[in-house]
T-cell receptor, first 113, second 111 residues
């Protein structure tokens, strides 16, 4: 089955600086890669996703890049703000559907004011 | 729209007891999912239902059963709870090939 590794497990960034979280996946058949943000005591919420036919996707301060050859994808958050503090999860799904997501182990991001 | 709702929010069981976790969504989604979240392990898929009347195993189905009662509701049952099932359980729903929306979770402790 699919295996997703995520690094780092914790990340502290000064407010206004950029944060980068990286994930690698094992199955070359994976072609859907979402990123979720989880705030304390809440369920995960999708913040951005990318499919394998696209190399990069941006949404305001958030971007995701995908390197299919190397089987890794990254989340970039620019101009970080205190409300960006949360746990972030990457995931991957084999095939064209998104039913069987395999999640990474999460990154706890702390923004230092 | 309430989105995805889960009951109960918290539950403490003794080893061997049974219970059912309830999940409902009001977004008219076809697919529903159950995950468990353990420290340092991310979320792992227990079961999912692509449509009313169908269910499939995920990564960690042992010790669990599910019922897709109708399009809105998807329940998860623990027949004989074990300490290894202490976890936070999340229900999610989605349209086909679209993002999954998660509920607020149920924190379960098995003593």
């Amino acid at each position: 089955g699919e295996n997703v590794e995520q690094h780092p497990s914790t990340l502290s960034v000064q407010e206004g600086d950029s944060a980068v979280i990286k994930c690698t996946y094992s199955d070359s058949a994976s072609n859907y890669f979402p990123w979720y943000k989880q705030e304390l005591g809440k369920g995960p919420q999708l913040i951005i996703d990318i499919r394998s036919n696209v190399g990069e996707k941006k949404d305001q301060r958030i971007a995701v890049t995908l390197n299919k050859t190397a089987k890794h994808f990254s989340l970039h958050i620019t101009e970080t703000q205190p409300e960006d503090s949360a746990v972030y999860f990457c995931a991957a799904s084999i095939g064209f559907g998104n039913e069987k997501l395999t999640f990474g182990t999460g990154t706890r991001l702390t923004i230092i004011p | 729209n309430a989105g995805v709702t889960q009951t109960p929010k918290f539950q403490v069981l003794k080893t061997g007891q049974s219970m059912t976790l309830q999940c409902a969504q009001d977004m008219n989604h076809n697919s529903m999912y159950w995950y468990r979240q353990d420290p340092g392990m991310g979320l792992r898929l227990i079961y999912y239902s692509a449509s009313e009347g169908t269910t499939d195993k995920g990564e960690v189905p042992n010790g669990y059963n599910v019922s897709r009662l109708n399009k809105r509701e998807f329940s998860l049952r623990l027949e004989s709870a074990a300490p290894s099932q202490t976890s936070v359980y999340f229900c999610a729903s989605s349209l086909p090939n679209n993002e999954q929306f998660f509920g607020p979770g149920t924190r379960l402790t098995v003593l």
